[in-house]
Antibody, heavy 119, light 108 residues
Framework: EVQLVESGGGLVKPGGSLRISCAASGFIFGRYSMNWVRQAPGKGLEWISSISSESSYIFYADSVKGRFTISRDNAKASLYLQLNSLRPEDTAVYYC????????????WGQGTLVAVSP | EIELTQSPGTLSLSPGERATLSCRASQSISSNYLAWYQQKPGQAPRVLIYAASSRATGIPDRFSGSGSGTDFTLTISRLEPEDFAIYYCQQYGSSWYTFGQGTKLEIK
């Protein structure tokens, strides 16, 4: 069974930084592309970044490009997102999600971690 | 960026009825790379359909997807009480994935 557990969320001031993590289990992590998707309170879903299985291909949404950095450690079965220069509009639940066939849809999701950006 | 517009915003139906949800893209989606997700309050999304019409593992056959190009539909043939939720479409035909704004399916 695919299990994804996010951690590291919290309250941070505008302009601050945070690193969130996603621990994977139940599958061979190093064989799958992974993604971060966020959801602002009461709003819809927004894909923000993807990383291929060997970190060869990385993509970002324009809304976070240059501020957020996705990375992974296959030996630790973990996915990371470094969030810098945070803005109030970055406040959201951040989900990690597995891409089963390197195609772009997501068959496994974590429970999410809340990042709140506020003075 | 491909924009997805879902309609209606809210759909009020009764258990046992048929639900038809629409997702329209601002440009043609290559290879029908469109997925549908269901999200219940306080939960992560769950994939229902990928590649426009393929049911994901474990999804009941009352859920079906159809469409191509710019117009896609999710149909729930006979609504069960557990089907009342928010539904999102997502395109993955470009390197920048996008979601629709969602359709809330509520009990009438």
């Amino acid at each position: 069974e695919v299990q994804l557990v996010e951690s590291g969320g919290g309250l941070v001031k505008p302009g601050g930084s945070l690193r969130i993590s996603c621990a994977a289990s139940g599958f061979i992590f190093g064989r799958y592309s992974m993604n971060w998707v966020r959801q602002a309170p009461g709003k819809g879903l927004e894909w923000i970044s993807s990383i291929s299985s060997e970190s060869s291909y990385i993509f970002y949404a324009d809304s976070v490009k240059g501020r957020f950095t996705i990375s992974r450690d296959n030996a630790k079965a973990s996915l990371y997102l470094q969030l810098n220069s945070l803005r109030p509009e970055d406040t959201a639940v951040y989900y990690c999600a597995r891409d089963p066939y390197r195609s772009g849809w997501f068959d496994g999701w974590g429970q999410g971690t809340l990042v709140a950006v506020s003075p | 960026e491909i924009e997805l517009t879902q309609s209606p915003g809210t759909l009020s139906l009764s258990p046992g009825e048929r639900a038809t949800l629409s997702c329209r893209a601002s440009q043609s989606i290559s290879s029908n790379y469109l997925a549908w997700y269901q999200q219940k309050p306080g939960q992560a999304p769950r994939v229902l359909i990928y590649a426009a019409s393929s049911r994901a593992t474990g999804i009941p056959d009352r859920f079906s997807g159809s469409g191509s190009g710019t117009d896609f539909t999710l149909t729930i043939s006979r609504l069960e009480p557990e089907d009342f939720a928010i539904y999102y479409c997502q395109q993955y035909g470009s390197s920048w994935y996008t979601f629709g704004q969602g359709t809330k399916l509520e009990i009438k």
